[in-house]
């Protein structure tokens, strides 16, 4: 675990903009299962996260169609919770950062670490927003 110091800005960067941060099992299971679009950001430490995952998912996050709940849990942090959220995105395996997008409690949209790394922010958001429009 990281000292909550350190995390507390990484984390800020999505809840000043809407994000809910999950920190228990109980809140993965409710945010996912419930019905309409949620939006799960695994955030991170790495500078994947920062130059790439976090950036990303505000862009597309401020798109005019996007889903119905944006939360986020973070890696190295609340180890129940992200477990519980990669749960939900199998048979992808655990990466962080990661994103996906659920509908009525089922996966529709994965995006992996190994997708954000080296690409621009505007690039991921771009995939994100083209799996906002079709299913939001």
């Given at each position: 675990?990281?000292p909550?110091?350190?995390?507390?800005?990484m984390?800020?960067?999505?809840t000043?903009v809407?994000f809910?941060?999950?920190?228990?099992v109980?809140?993965?299971?409710e945010?996912?299962?419930?019905?309409?679009?949620?939006?799960?950001?695994v955030?991170?430490?790495?500078?994947?996260?920062?130059?790439?995952?976090?950036?990303?998912?505000?862009?597309a996050?401020?798109?005019?169609?996007?889903?119905?709940?944006?939360?986020?849990?973070?890696?190295?942090?609340e180890?129940?919770?992200?477990?519980?959220?990669?749960?939900?995105?199998?048979?992808?395996p655990?990466s962080s950062p990661s994103m996906?997008?659920?509908?009525?409690?089922?996966?529709?949209?994965?995006?992996e670490?190994?997708q954000i790394?080296g690409?621009?922010?505007?690039?991921?958001a771009?995939?994100?927003i083209g799996?906002f429009?079709?299913y939001?």
């Amino acid at each position: 675990m990281y000292p909550e110091y350190l995390v507390e800005p990484m984390r800020a960067e999505l809840t000043n903009v809407g994000f809910e941060e999950l920190k228990t099992v109980e809140a993965v299971d409710e945010a996912i299962k419930s019905e309409g679009t949620v939006f799960v950001v695994v955030n991170s430490v790495c500078g994947c996260a920062a130059a790439n995952a976090r950036p990303a998912a505000k862009l597309a996050a401020a798109n005019a169609k996007h889903p119905q709940k944006l939360v986020t849990v973070f890696a190295g942090m609340e180890k129940d919770a992200v477990d519980r959220a990669r749960s939900y995105m199998m048979p992808f395996p655990p990466s962080s950062p990661s994103m996906a997008l659920f509908k009525d409690g089922k996966l529709v949209h994965m995006i992996e670490r190994h997708q954000i790394e080296g690409r621009p922010a505007q690039m991921i958001a771009e995939n994100l927003i083209g799996a906002f429009e079709q299913y939001c």
